[in-house]
């Protein structure tokens, strides 16, 4: 019912800032729930953070908290990723979903955006 596109990535120097859209289409997105997750090479895909379809819960995972902050606007049916201070760690490619009922695992999201890669220079 509802599909996502990522933008944003693209290559940066370890320390900055890139700032990931998410958009959404075909649905209501006010009723989703949204997750980023990121899959680096020979790695299993990690959760990132989540949002809740009111932006009033939002959850981070350990590795990034402090550094990433997701925020949506839904009057323009879309989520954000802010990321700062950026560590090669963190080259990945991202991906957006979008589920009822929020989760910090993939396993409930069903709508999942084509990605964008993160590359992040040492």
């Known amino acids: 019912q509802v599909q996502v596109v990522e933008s944003g990535g693209g290559l940066v120097q370890a320390g900055g800032s890139l700032r990931l859209s998410c958009v959404a289409s075909g649905g209501t997105f006010s009723l989703y729930d949204m997750g980023w997750f990121r899959q680096a090479p020979g790695k299993e895909r990690e959760f990132v953070g989540a949002i809740t379809r009111s932006g009033g819960s939002i959850y981070y995972a350990d590795s990034v908290k402090g550094r990433f902050t997701i925020s949506r606007d839904n009057a323009k049916n879309t989520v954000y990723l802010q990321m700062n201070s950026l560590k090669p760690e963190d080259t990945a490619v991202y991906y957006c979903?979008?589920?009822?009922?929020?989760?910090?695992?993939?396993?409930?999201?069903?709508?999942w955006g084509q990605g964008t890669q993160v590359t992040v220079s040492s």
């Open positions: 979903a979008a589920t009822v009922g929020i989760a910090t695992v993939a396993s409930p999201y069903y709508s």
